[in-house]
């Protein structure tokens, strides 16, 4: 055998150990990666099972809390007990909201639930304010809150069913999670979305509450006073409307654009124009809409660039009432304000016989270089303005009145004026305004009943004036 023969098989025999050796080490290596991605996606897995878990067995345990709370409820006897009991239900309510929406369920609808939870304990609490005020709960009252203590007592046992599943390994909120929308257009579905599907059945037939609070059923049905009983208009007459609110020199390159289905249903619009400076492709543009019953301007709002101030905050403030009297909203006056990149947002009131109208509000924006109208939005006027309330009797005096604030405040102006509550019900209250430590308050007292209905802190700032 040649060298060359004898070099070329023994570089044959020690490739074929190497190549047996990199075989070996290559399928450890392999085998090793695949054990601890193995691992790391199970620690993953058990990590997102706990994020989901930990809300959900919050989320039963503040369900069981409110059940036996309303219970208890039915036996309260007194405002002390009644205050401490709605106190419990309304902030268990909430952290039970809260842990709801943490679940990786959104895809199911779930309204009726978290509109149950939301309601259980603003309901309650409306009850203490009324036992705090020496008036009795009523029969119908104490029913409604054995109707809300079957529900959440049917709430808490699904619940608790899915708490056993959980326990037992059946259902895995990971999953959920990690299959999103597809995972659930298979035949079977997932035993977590059926378990919750089932409690949202059980809301099918939860009533309406209504009641003196934010999220009682009647908000929801309110429907805008300027808007009642009026004419429907097309498209076309919508644009007409917008035409004569900007003027036809502004609104000459009108376009309709759509339609918005709010609370208000509007048409919309948009113009679009060149700005002062002429530059080509400095566009500025209005949008605007316009109410589809009786034709209304809902809110305006013009893109204008402005870098001048020339106006201080009294001339733009005459400058806007001048706007609002000559679009057919009189009587208003303004209240607070904010200064902002160049614009005043400026709010108006109704007045009726010298007396605010809170509830009657229109915002609107002026540009502070040369006093045009920016922005405009007429929502809370189109749904409660009246020419002519027909106010209650003010049963109260303001000498009466002034003995309910705290002396503390150093009152310095009192008058009278139409709040909205929570619950969007108004009451006819003395404005206190007075001092306290240097800050700016006002104090309502209901005119009727002496109740001291709100307390607000006004809030002085370089660039306006603002309530909290």
Known sequence: MSIRDKLLDFKRRLSDRHMYSIVLVTAAVIAGAGIYQYKRA??????????????????????????????????????????????????????????????????????????????????????SKKAMDGIEITDKEYAQLEKLQKYSKSLSEGLANMQKELYNGTIRFGELKQKGNRFFQKEAKNIAVTHMENIEKEFQEYPSLIYDGPFSDHIDRIEPRMLKGGKELTEEQAKEKAIAFLGKEKAKNIEYTGESNGSIPAYTFTVKTDTESGKKGSERSITLAVTKVNGYILWMLDNKNVTDTNLDIDQAKQRVKEFLDSKGFPNMKESYYLRNNGVATINYAYVQDEIVMYPDLIKVKVALDNGEIVGFESQGYLMTHQDKRELPAIKISEEEAREKINPRLKIESTRLAVIPLESKREVLCYEFQGKFNDRDFLIYINAETGKEEEILMLMETPNGVLTM
Do not use: C
Not at 45 to 72: A, T
Not at 86 to 102: D, P, Y
Not at 110 to 119: E, V
């Open 42 to 127: 199970l620690e993953y897995r058990n990590y997102v099972e706990n994020q989901y878990n930990r809300p959900f067995h919050e989320l039963v345990g503040y369900v069981e809390d409110i059940e036996v709370s309303l219970e208890k409820g039915m036996l309260v006897n007194s405002p002390r007990q009644m205050a401490v009991l709605s106190s419990e239900i309304w902030r268990k309510a909430a952290f039970a909201q809260a842990n709801l929406g943490q679940l990786p369920i959104s895809h199911v609808q779930l309204d009726k639930t978290s509109k149950f939870l939301a309601q259980v304990g603003d309901y309650t609490y409306s009850l």
